[in-house]
């Protein structure tokens, strides 16, 4: 979020062409191009960069305008990924799945709003669902004789006690117990 003077940001935007009025109220853009250039700024304006820099790169994001083609805050939608495609990206790559972050710039939506709307559809959040998946497929390969270090690998698991950790915390019994029974 960036926070500015509207009188400020009014007579820059004067001096980069006529015809443009600061929207009076917060604006939500969901513009991919618009999401890297301000990461870009914000990461020059928390650097050690020298006034004059910092001060030139906000000129120009404001000139670009990307970040006026959204919404005022009090009506945007809150967009819905499509949940079903989402699990399957997840189960596609069960020994290194995508990064939250970017799950998040894929759907267009923020990580946060990414975890609320999996967590109301689902009743977890995409990682704890992920786990999930993978106990029950450790349960299912289990049952029909797979090794534990393999299955481990094979699921990705960071190893075979953080697989055994998981799997009894899901099943209240280590792997190697409910092979056996």
């Not at 998946?133 to 029909?144: D, F, G, N, P, T």
């Not at 006690?161 to 056996?180: D, E, L, N």
Request: proline content about 7%; overall charge positive.
């Amino acid at each position: 979020m960036l926070h500015l003077d509207q009188a400020w940001v009014a007579a820059v935007l004067a001096e980069t062409g006529p015809g443009f009025e600061v929207p009076g109220e917060a604006i939500v853009s969901r513009d991919p191009a618009g999401y890297r250039a301000f990461c870009q700024l914000n990461a020059l304006l928390f650097s050690a960069a020298p006034a004059a820099d910092k001060e030139a790169a906000l000129i120009e994001f404001l000139g670009q305008r990307l970040w006026c083609s959204g919404l005022p805050l009090a009506r945007v939608p809150e967009p819905a990924p499509d949940l079903e495609s989402l699990k399957e990206r997840l189960l596609a790559n069960l020994d290194a799945p995508p990064s939250l972050p970017e799950l998040a710039r894929e759907y267009g939506i923020s990580r946060y709003q990414l975890i609320r709307q999996f967590r109301r559809e689902t009743g977890l959040t995409p990682h704890a669902w992920l786990l999930d998946q993978r106990v029950q497929q450790a349960r299912r390969r289990l049952r029909q004789g797979a090794g534990l270090a393999d299955l481990a690998q094979d699921l990705g698991f960071a190893d075979q006690g953080h697989f055994q950790r998981v799997f009894k915390a899901h099943v209240a019994a280590t792997p190697g117990r409910y092979r056996r029974n």
